[in-house]
């Protein structure tokens, strides 16, 4: 803001007054006689004038009378003394009444304009206009220079040739000024004779139009306008303003129109907003109507990969189709309060929407909405997980039902032969032996024949969409199974017929059968295990697994020793048939299993161990790393993480509690920085063991509660803190080398910054920060303490830093010392006097302590009338009653 402007609400920056300008003596001389005249068009009111715009406002009197007229309220009475105190007063009070109107006059005093300075008289009289002229106007939400300007380009804009964009080069050929006389009174101008390239004749006949029927006194010459590469702002400002003022009445006539039209507009505004609250409504309910009964469709899918799809279209729903109706809902609230808002603003009935779109209807559907939403998506999950289950029940069903459809094939075939007719009582023998096998065997499967109607049935139970192909499957082998019983007891019958002619039983075939079934049974199932793939986490568990493989490696000894005996009872069977020749035809009746298939899933089983010892001691050896490298992670981080914690405690102490020079202190942070920089390798090796941490896939450490990001952040933290706290000494040395603080007075700086620090913050709170004033003899009311607030905490964080403490301490030490300085040379210069003269100070003090004192001098008056003199009670007044000190 300019020194001579008001108030920053009715002029902006980029239009500030700007002293420098009047070193231009065009502009200079426009200014004068623009604000001269404009004055005179409002003195003349009190039958009174001015000549000259700086000598005759010096005594103030014709000021606070122009003030009169132009506001219409009475000032103070004015001095009629014709001394320079008398004029002061008079000015003052002029001063104080544009102050009141809420303008700030920066570096304008009553003494200037007393002492006839032209630049301060103009710029008090530019801000005057602004107050008084131009800041009341206003045009479509726009006020001052802004409002005018708007006003001009509104007016002009009919006119070809004219166009306004500021108040300085866009009035140069006069047709701006022509233009606006021309559309308020287009009887005064024939605006179609007029050229732009004749600025002269357009300006004076505006001018000259202007002056005799609009009574707007000649402000501007034309000579002056054309000569200028850019005419004064200022003085061309406060000409337009007397044409805005002069059709102020057919404005107010405009200014109501346009209200009328704003009306209107936001009467449709209005409509339009219920027009689109309506359209939105119906839009989303229509969505949300269309949404639902899709949501609570419950029809399930018969296959994994159905269902997935229908997860998969949940999720698109839920990512890609509702977010915008999401937005929708909230922009339909937004839109009816606003409405609402307005409506109540126009003092207009609220709005109603129709039947059922209520924003609590909508709230409404949108609950069933989600409500739909979320039984849909408990619905998808359970189905899944039933999925999930039916297909494992029917791969076991599948797997059960091949197995056992395998073992009966061909029994019945076996069971319906006749062979026991022609056979040999040797013969006979053998077949009911090894149908008494068969009966054993069958009884065997009767388990697995259970478990597959069992998985049937709650396959059938879950809804399985193939039931009926598995019913059909497990029909049948129940029907063969019973079938089977059927013909096996038939059978038994016949050979129990025969049994007088069976005499000879081969003992050792079914011994090798009923011993040789269970150890393949076994040997089947150990391969199975052997080859089972595993997934752990810790080493805990690969310790279970390993333990349960060595139980399993324990057994291996018994279990060979099995497979000789039943090897042994093959050896004695072939040593039988070639001792006593017996006629055997074929393999051993009674199983299928053979010595040669014995031996090789024993070789399959006996290879798979040790692969199985392999891969757990391969796991057991990434589980020990992993640990290792948890346990190395943790035991750095334990370390480093408290280390931290320390030195931030340890800096936050010495930043409170420090002795010795700053020079000592400073060199001591360094010190303590650089040993702090020293630590990083840990930290980069911490880093090391973090990476290796995240290659192995290990994602939690129980041996420590710090992570790699805790370690990062405090490192950092720790980098900043001691950075900031030897920038504070750097700056206490600054401040101190500057200021001529000595070492003792800045550790009573700090003993007194320490103490009222009740936090042990570093940072002094403002309630502390008053009292710790007080303590050292301060007189603070309110507004003084905000003022010196606003010094060291500009920021207004509500904390005041010690480097700010130090500066406002040694400023106020600074200007006392000033002060005592002068009282000592008043009372050298005195002599016996008890008084001094203005030029005794200014020959016997140094220049600063001269011009120090005379400027708390002004205000009083020598004793006796002694021109230019002071007495020692005066000067101490000035020095000490109201000073800053």
């Not at 406002?57 to 219409?72: A, N, P």
């Not at 209005?270 to 469709?297: C, F, G, H, V």
């Not at 791969?395 to 069971?415: D, N, S, V, Y």
């Not at 063969?480 to 038994?492: E, S």
Request: with cysteine; hydrophobic share 35%; net charge negative.
């Amino acid at each position: 803001m300019d020194e001579y402007d008001d108030d920053q609400k009715y002029m902006p920056q980029e239009d500030d007054w700007d002293r420098d300008l009047l070193l231009d003596p065009a502009w200079e001389k426009q200014q004068r006689k623009t604000f001269t005249a404009w004055c005179n068009s409002h003195l003349r009111k009190a039958g009174t004038q001015i000549e000259n715009i700086e000598e005759d406002f010096r005594d103030g009197l014709k000021l606070m009378l122009l003030l009169e007229v132009i506001s219409g309220e009475r000032l103070a009475k004015p001095e009629r003394g014709k001394m320079r105190v008398h004029k002061i007063s008079n000015v003052n009070k002029a001063l104080d009444f544009i102050a009141g109107k809420g303008v700030k006059l920066v570096s304008i005093g009553a003494e200037e304009i007393v002492d006839g300075n032209a630049k301060m008289t103009l710029g008090m009289i530019w801000t005057i206009i602004l107050r008084f002229a131009i800041q009341d106007i206003s045009v479509e939400e726009t006020s001052a220079k802004e409002g005018l300007l708007l006003w001009c380009q509104r007016k002009t804009a009919p006119y070809k040739n004219v166009n306004i964009q500021n108040f300085h080069i866009s009035w140069k050929d006069g047709l701006g000024f022509c233009a606006l006389i021309h559309r308020h009174r287009p009887e005064l101008i024939d605006y179609g004779k007029l050229r732009k390239d004749d600025p002269m004749t357009n300006l004076n006949t505006a001018f000259d139009v202007a002056e005799k029927y609009l009574d707007i006194p000649k402000m501007l010459d034309a000579e002056d306008i054309i000569s200028t590469l850019r005419p004064d702002e200022k003085a061309v400002m406060t000409y337009v303003s007397c044409y805005y003022h002069a059709f102020s009445g057919k404005q107010k006539a405009e200014t109501a129109a346009n209200r009328i039209c704003k009306v209107l507009a936001v009467n449709q505004e209005n409509e339009q907003l219920m027009e689109d609250y309506e359209k939105l409504a119906s839009d989303l309910l229509e969505w949300i109507r269309r949404t639902i009964p899709w949501l609570e469709n419950r029809l399930p899918e018969n296959t994994m990969q159905a269902m997935q799809q229908k997860l998969e279209d949940f999720r698109d729903y839920r990512r890609l189709h509702k977010p915008p109706k999401v937005q929708e809902k909230c922009q339909l609230e937004i839109n009816f309060n606003t409405l609402q808002t307005k409506l109540r603003l126009s003092n207009r009935p609220a709005f109603m929407p129709s039947e059922g779109k209520m924003v609590s209807d909508i709230n409404n559907a949108w609950g069933g909405l989600e409500g739909a939403e979320k039984g849909y998506e408990e619905w998808l999950l359970n189905e899944i997980r039933r999925l999930e289950r039916l297909d494992h029940l029917a791969e076991k069903f599948r797997q059960k039902a091949a197995i056992h459809e395998a073992w009966t094939e061909g029994k019945e075939e076996m069971l319906q032969k006749s062979d026991y007719e022609t056979a040999s009582l040797s013969e006979i023998k053998a077949l009911l032996k090894k149908h008494e096998a068969f009966e054993s065997d069958l009884a065997a499967h009767q388990d697995r024949v259970e478990q597959i109607a069992a998985i049937a049935q709650e396959l059938n139970e879950l809804d399985y969409y193939d039931s009926p192909s598995v019913n059909a499957r497990c029909q049948r082998i129940c029907d063969q199974w019973d079938a089977l019983g059927n013909m096996t007891q038939t059978r038994n019958e016949a050979l129990q017929r025969t049994e007088k002619l069976l005499e000879t039983i081969d003992q050792l075939y079914l011994e090798f059968a009923k011993r040789a079934a269970p150890f393949n049974n076994w040997m089947e199932g150990a391969m199975e295990d052997l080859q089972d793939t595993f997934i752990v986490h810790t080493i805990e568990e690969i310790q279970g697994l390993s333990s349960a493989h060595e139980q399993f490696k324990a057994t291996l000894p018994e279990a060979d020793k099995e497979r000789q005996a039943i090897l042994g009872i093959h050896n004695e069977i072939a040593k039988i048939v070639q001792t006593y020749h017996v006629n055997m035809a074929g393999t051993n009746p009674y199983t299928t299993i053979n010595p040669l298939e014995v031996n090789a899933k024993w070789d399959k089983v006996r290879q798979l161990v040790p692969q199985r010892d392999q891969a757990l001691i391969e796991e057991h050896a990434r589980q020990q790393n992993n640990e290792r490298l948890r346990r190395q992670f943790a035991n750095q981080a334990n370390v480093i993480g408290p280390w931290i914690q320390t030195k931030m405690e340890e800096i936050g102490r010495i930043s409170i509690e420090m002795h010795g020079t700053l020079e000592d202190q400073l060199t001591n942070l360094r010190q303590y920085e650089k040993s702090i920089v020293n630590y990083k390798p840990k930290i980069d090796q911490l880093e090391g063991d973090h990476q290796l941490i995240q290659e192995a896939l290990i994602f939690d450490n129980k041996h420590t509660n710090y992570t790699m990001e805790h370690i990062r952040v405090g490192w950092e933290q720790l980098l900043t803190t001691i950075a900031r706290t030897i920038n504070e000494i750097e700056n206490q040395v600054l401040t101190r080398d500057a200021k001529g603080i000595s070492q003792e007075q800045l550790n009573e700086f700090r003993a007194s910054f320490n103490h009222f620090d009740r936090k042990r913050t570093g940072n002094m709170e403002a309630e502390d920060f008053k009292t710790c004033l007080i303590s050292m003899g301060y007189n603070l009311g309110e507004n003084e303490f905000s003022r010196i607030m606003s010094i060291v905490d500009p920021n207004r964080m509500g904390i005041v830093t010690f480097q700010a403490f130090i500066d406002f301490m040694s400023r106020e030490t600074a200007d006392t010392d000033t002060a005592d300085q002068v009282m000592a040379s008043f009372k050298v210069l005195a002599g016996d006097k008890n008084y001094i003269l203005a030029d005794e100070l200014r020959r016997e003090l140094p220049p600063d302590q001269a011009e120090y004192c005379m400027a708390r001098m002004a205000p009083y008056t020598g004793p006796d009338g002694v021109p230019g003199a002071l007495d020692y009670m005066s000067f101490s007044t000035a020095l000490y009653g109201e000073s800053d000190l």
